[in-house]
């Protein structure tokens, strides 16, 4: 059976990052320095502003929620690692 569009797409992108090693570390690790980052902001806005944590309660359970869709919706075609960054993009939107 021929590979179909999105197959031969992923395909592309794979070789894509393979021909660029370097580029793809130096992304990897800018998205760890940033996710650092961003845990350092939201712990030190987490002690600065007096009720966030209540405030931030709905989103902790909608993304909570999307975790567990994303387990009991996992088809074979569907990694769990794109399905569930599709829907936590959904959570700040």
Known sequence: MPAE????ALDGWRGWW???AGFARAVVR??????IAVLVVGVVAL????RLAIGLVPALF?????????LLARTRTVGLRPLLLL???????
């Open 30 to 35: 800018v998205q760890q320095v940033a996710s």
């Open 62 to 70: 909608m993304t909570g929620c999307l975790l567990v869709i994303g």
């Open 47 to 50: 002690v600065a502003v007096p």
């Open 5 to 8: 569009w999105w197959e031969r």
């Open 87 to 93: 829907m936590g993009i959904s959570v700040p939107w």
């Open 18 to 20: 393979a021909r660029h």
